[in-house]
């Protein structure tokens, strides 16, 4: 018998549990108190870790300090962290600038997110109603309150979808009829 010691996933803080709804994006789970020591590793500088992760463990620490902040009790580790933090800011050639892109839990992003899967589902959606004699505009009707988009939002991902990748709205719901 082996004792073998349980790591922590590199990116649990970044995974989400699974939708009620197919057309709703599922939310991040909040970080992990007991995995600030793996975050705090993924977070600093000269780690090795992709930069990507590193803003994701940067993003789960900044959640838990604000998270212990309003509780008023905070981990010594996250103080430490976000001292640290904010000495490298203060070296930056553009301080304001360090702490404001150190203080963003993620980059904004303007617009509807780029999801391929999500866009997949509803143009397969639209592709049943549209083969069982709907036309497009209905279609599009119908499956707004659902997805909480528009019509014209979901006519622009079912076109650009028919135009991308046919064969995987025809696999798509050659699998829902299985």
């Known amino acids: 018998m082996t004792d073998e010691i349980e790591t922590p996933p590199t990116c649990s803080y970044i995974e ?3 939708s009620p ?3 709703i994006e599922p939310k991040a789970r909040p970080p992990r108190p007991e995995l600030i020591n793996h975050y705090l590793g993924r977070a600093m500088p000269g780690n090795g870790a992709p930069p990507e ?8 620490l900044l959640e838990l300090y604000r998270g212990q902040k309003a509780a008023g009790a905070i981990d010594p580790r996250l103080v430490h962290f976000v001292q640290t933090a904010l000495w490298y800011c203060g070296k930056q050639p553009d301080p304001l600038g360090a702490v ?3 203080m963003k839990a993620a980059p904004r992003k303007l617009g509807r997110p780029h999801t391929p899967h999500h866009d997949l ?3 397969a959606d639209i592709e049943k109603r549209v083969a069982a004699g709907s ?3 209905a279609a599009c009707r119908e499956l707004e309150p659902a997805t909480g988009l528009t019509g014209k939002q979901l006519r622009r991902i079912y076109k650009g ?3 991308a990748d046919p064969q995987g709205i025809a696999l798509t719901l050659a699998m ?3």
């Not at 992760?53 to 789960?60: F, H, I, P, T, V």
């Open 16 to 18: 989400a549990p699974p």
């Open 176 to 178: 829902w009829r299985a």
């Open 53 to 60: 992760e590193r803003r994701a463990a940067e993003a789960a």
């Open 161 to 163: 979808q028919k135009k």
């Open 135 to 137: 036309s497009i505009a």
């Open 21 to 23: 709804s197919r057309y």
């Open 100 to 102: 404001e892109d150190f």
């Open 121 to 123: 589902i509803i143009a």
